[in-house]
Each structure stands twice: as structure tokens, then as C-alpha cells.
């Protein structure tokens, strides 16, 4: 079975950074791609940003300029760097994979847990 597992969510002042971390495990035959969503409170759940196995990037225009998506394919690890954080930054940050299991080699999506990231004012 596959599973995404996130780490680095926080609370932190307005103005700061934080670096959120997902690494994807278990039977896995490629990624295709793997990306960034959140969902504020009351709010619908959004694009943050996502990067291909080969590099291509996409970011929704809210954090452009101040997020960075990078990723380590020997690890299957993707990565967001959050600059200049702002009160609406705030959220539940989901980690979402496109990949092909090993055993049906055909797409599937794949979601993490969800982790809180707070910015005070």
C-alpha cells in the first residue's frame, strides 16, 4: 500500500517560514507528479502548487514568489518552502501524489493526512 507522510507544519509569526516535507512510500512503479493543496477553515480546498518527475512546476498565483516546490526523486519526496508567510496562509496543507502502484501500474492519486500550518499576525 501506498502512503504520503508529511512533516513540518507549525505555527509561526507573520513574516516567517516554514518547510513542509512529504515522502511517499510502499509499492510504487513512478510518480508522475506530486503537488501542494490546502483548505482553510470555511473555505474550499485549493492549488498550492505541484512539480513533475521532471521538473515542471505550476503555483497558484496567491504564493508566487514566496513558496517553492521542489522535490528529491530517489527519495520520493516532495518539498514547500514558505517565505514571507501571511495570516491567509493559513490552513490545512494536504500532500497529493500521481503515481502508478507497482502491482496495477495504472495512475491513481493519493492523499496525506493533512497538516496545520498557522501564521499569527
Known amino acids: 500500500q501506498v502512503q504520503l507522510v508529511e512533516s513540518g507544519g507549525g505555527l509561526v509569526q507573520a513574516g516567517g517560514s516554514l518547510r513542509l516535507s512529504c515522502a511517499a512510500s510502499?509499492?510504487?512503479?513512478?510518480?508522475?507528479?506530486m503537488g501542494w493543496y490546502r483548505q482553510a477553515a470555511g473555505k474550499q480546498r485549493e492549488l498550492v502548487a505541484t512539480?513533475?518527475?521532471?521538473?515542471?512546476?505550476n503555483y497558484a498565483d496567491s504564493v508566487k514568489g514566496r513558496f517553492t516546490i521542489s522535490r528529491d526523486n530517489a527519495k520520493n519526496t516532495v518539498y514547500l518552502q514558505m517565505n514571507s508567510l501571511k495570516p491567509e496562509d493559513t490552513a490545512v496543507y494536504y500532500c497529493?501524489?500521481?503515481?502508478?502502484?507497482?502491482?496495477?501500474?495504472?495512475?491513481?492519486?493519493?492523499w496525506g493526512q493533512g497538516t496545520q500550518v498557522t501564521v499569527s499576525s
Open positions: 512539480i513533475t518527475s521532471g521538473g515542471s512546476t
Open positions: 497529493n501524489a500521481e503515481l502508478l502502484p507497482f502491482t496495477t501500474r495504472v495512475r491513481q492519486n493519493y
Open positions: 510502499g509499492t510504487i512503479f513512478s510518480i508522475n507528479a
